[in-house]
């Protein structure tokens, strides 16, 4: 069982950064590969960014590309999602997820395991 709790979203301008944090519980964080996903109101969730399990290979939709970027820390149980140069597109409850199985369908987001409870993040223009 994993527990994940995301923070740092907030109300920001475009062109701003935000820091989101996902912490997670339990000993066995480095056996997960992580994600962040996005869901706006009305609309299915969405992929943004994912790391694999020891941070060696790191995955993003094209629409942040370049803007965005995910790192983990193994040792904190924390994957964070650094997110530069924000839009009023991204605005959105943003979540992290934790994927435990060998082959990483990293976009797909219904082959993840544990949930946090999402942060907001609106950006105004």
């Known amino acids: 069982q994993v527990q994940l709790v995301e923070s740092g979203g907030g109300l920001v301008q475009s062109g701003d950064s935000l820091r989101l944090s996902c912490a997670a519980s339990?000993?066995?964080?480095?056996?997960?590969?992580m994600g962040w996903f996005l869901q706006a109101p009305g609309k299915e969730r969405e992929f943004v960014a994912a790391?694999?399990?020891?941070?060696?290979?790191?995955y993003y939709t094209d629409s942040v590309k370049g803007r965005f970027t995910i790192s983990r820390d193994n040792a904190k149980n924390t994957v964070y999602l650094q997110m530069n140069s924000l839009k009023p597109e991204d605005t959105a409850v943003y979540y992290c997820?934790?994927?435990?199985?060998?082959?990483?369908?990293?976009?797909?987001?219904?082959?993840?395991?544990?949930w946090g409870q999402g942060t907001q993040v609106t950006v105004s223009s």
């Open positions: 339990g000993r066995t964080f480095s056996s997960y590969h």
């Open positions: 790391i694999t399990r020891n941070g060696g290979s790191a």
């Open positions: 997820a934790a994927e435990g199985s060998p082959m990483f369908y990293f976009r797909d987001y219904k082959r993840y395991d544990y």
